[in-house]
């Protein structure tokens, strides 16, 4: 459904003053020190002093000078930052006034608008099951403006989740080594290898977006379960205590799973579910990465 002019500047304003104030006030000192760059840019030269890496010698200079000079380098502060979204339809649910499409957007935007106050290129990838929308990383407040709209706005025609294919695109179509934050549910698997091949190329984040009631089910009889992403139906006796165990067995083995793996592939991952405020998980998140710094 189409929205209307006005009330889409409406909505755009709203989410750009509460990410703003989000990103002001609490996250850019910490996301600076979080999301350093690790590059390294020439600076200057200076006279050779005993211990320096015969390496950084500038022959060139010291040729001139008839001394050996050596090139001082700085850390590289400017980053690209990519912001992988997850617009398949598992992200239309939610049971706390919030759907995880809603959490995914002010997340999303609270990071765009820290990565430029931190003099950081955003780039975004919108996915489901194949690449939907490429925006290439650039800076200024008008293209995240930009990126808010179409988060806001953007429906996909197609409702399953393939993580394989965003991690594929990133290893193959972003040269530059960047920081990279997937925001999504994780509901899907085979995605293993990709990952820990893009891992290696890449800064990689996971913000896993969820909502309590996939955690385990209420006691409230006979409910229809249905997965947004197939259209599958499933009829369960909630009232019954052996169907909520099991049920809640086998979502902690899957989340389980997905922490081992991005453990394992040395990952930083955030929980963020709907209906709380995103302050607490982002910070822990930065102030975590920025004392290993």
Known sequence: MLMETGDLIKKVRKVEITSRKLSTQVFSGAYHSAFKGKGMT???VREYQ???DIRAIDWNVTARFNHPYVKIFEEERELTVMLMIDV????FFGTHGQLKKDQITLTAAVLAFSAIQNNDKV????????????????KGTAHIL???RELITYESQFPQTKLSVPLIFLTHAIKKRATVFIISDFIDSGFEDPLKIA??????????ITDVREKELPPVGLLYIK?????????????????RELYKYRWKMFEKRLDDLFKKNGIDI????????IVKPLTTLFRKRGTRS
């Not at 780039?123 to 650039?138: A, H, L, N």
């Not at 997965?227 to 169907?243: A, F, Y």
């Not at 955030?270 to 405020?277: F, L, R, Y």
């Open 50 to 52: 005993y211990g320096d």
């Open 146 to 148: 930009r990126i808010i």
């Open 88 to 91: 398949s339809k598992s992200n």
């Open 123 to 138: 780039g975004v990838v919108f996915f489901s099951d194949r690449i939907e929308k490429f925006i290439p990383p650039k």
């Open 270 to 277: 955030a929980e963020i579910p709907t209906g709380t405020d």
């Open 227 to 243: 997965d947004n992403e197939n259209g599958h139906e499933t009829l369960v006796d909630s009232s019954d205590r052996e169907v």
């Open 42 to 44: 020439f600076s200057e």
């Open 199 to 208: 891992s290696r190329k890449h800064d990689l984040v996971g913000i896993r």
